[in-house]
């Protein structure tokens, strides 16, 4: 059996839980090392079973817990070497365990399959989770799906899909000219358009579940990003996340 859980999810800081029987990972760690404990808790989840992190890239809503939980969880932090020199020296791992976009990393029954993606970032990377024959894929940050977002996201039987935006909120809103150029670019973010589009064309017959991920504050809502989904309601779950509070924890 499988556990998922967004510990955290948006602009504030994302922490993405996968886990078994035995063990589990992180998938960045952008809220302090004692948030992630305490919504851990109140999800009956065990941080006894992490045995590592993995990070997408540098940006502080990603890294920021990530010296705290290596100290005081004791769990190796896996990022590219570009990742690592692009962050903020007080972010940086003491003892960083660097892998290639497109390395496949095993942790206990768990592979670990690493891809670059479109992001404004040193070297971005995704991951695509499997344990047996289940796959569990995190897919934030990314301003134009590639062909590397595509194949990953076939074999998904659960997806932690970005769905950042909404346009008409984006472009009407407060956001100075530039920042709504960069989040609507090709290196920016997903619209909840586009991964409605994303998930139309590319998703797997296995899907279960769909958590809709790092939703923006200022130019999104979880009601507008939910009803986009609607007419996928019918072939899987499709689930919200939210930065203040751990999700619910969903079992495949």
């Not at 990742?83 to 976009?101: C, V």
């Not at 070297?123 to 047996?132: A, D, G, I, L, N």
């Not at 009803?227 to 999700?247: C, F, H, W």
Request: hydrophobic share 35%.
């Amino acid at each position: 059996m499988l556990e998922i859980c967004a510990i955290a999810s948006g602009s504030n800081g994302n922490c993405y839980y996968i886990g078994n029987e035995k063990d589990a990972i992180f998938v960045d760690a952008g809220i302090s090392c004692k948030q992630i404990l305490i919504r851990m808790k109140e999800r009956n989840l065990n941080p006894a079973k992490v045995k590592a992190v993995f990070v997408t890239h540098e940006h502080s809503d990603h890294m920021r817990g990530v010296r705290g939980v290596s100290k005081k969880m004791q769990v190796p932090i896996y990022l590219t070497a570009k990742t690592f020199h692009g962050a903020y020296k007080n972010l940086r791992p003491d003892s960083p365990r660097f892998f290639e976009p497109g390395e496949i990393i095993e942790i206990g029954e768990f592979s670990v399959f690493s891809f670059k993606k479109n992001h404004d970032a040193s070297e971005p990377c995704s991951f695509r989770v499997q344990y047996k024959n289940k796959n569990i894929g995190v897919f934030t940050d990314i301003g134009e799906a590639c062909s590397n977002v595509t194949e990953h996201l076939k074999m998904c039987d659960g997806l932690f899909l970005e769905s950042n935006y909404d346009e008409k909120m984006l472009w009407e809103g407060r956001y100075p000219y530039f920042l709504k150029k960069r989040v609507a670019s090709e290196l920016g973010h997903l619209s909840n358009k586009q991964t409605f589009e994303l998930l139309q064309a590319h998703a797997g017959e296995n899907l279960q579940c769909v958590f809709l991920s790092h939703l923006s504050k200022e130019n999104n809502t979880p009601e507008i990003a939910s009803e986009t989904m609607n007419p996928l309601k019918s072939k899987y779950e499709v689930l919200l996340t939210s930065r203040y509070e751990a999700g619910d924890v969903f079992q495949l």
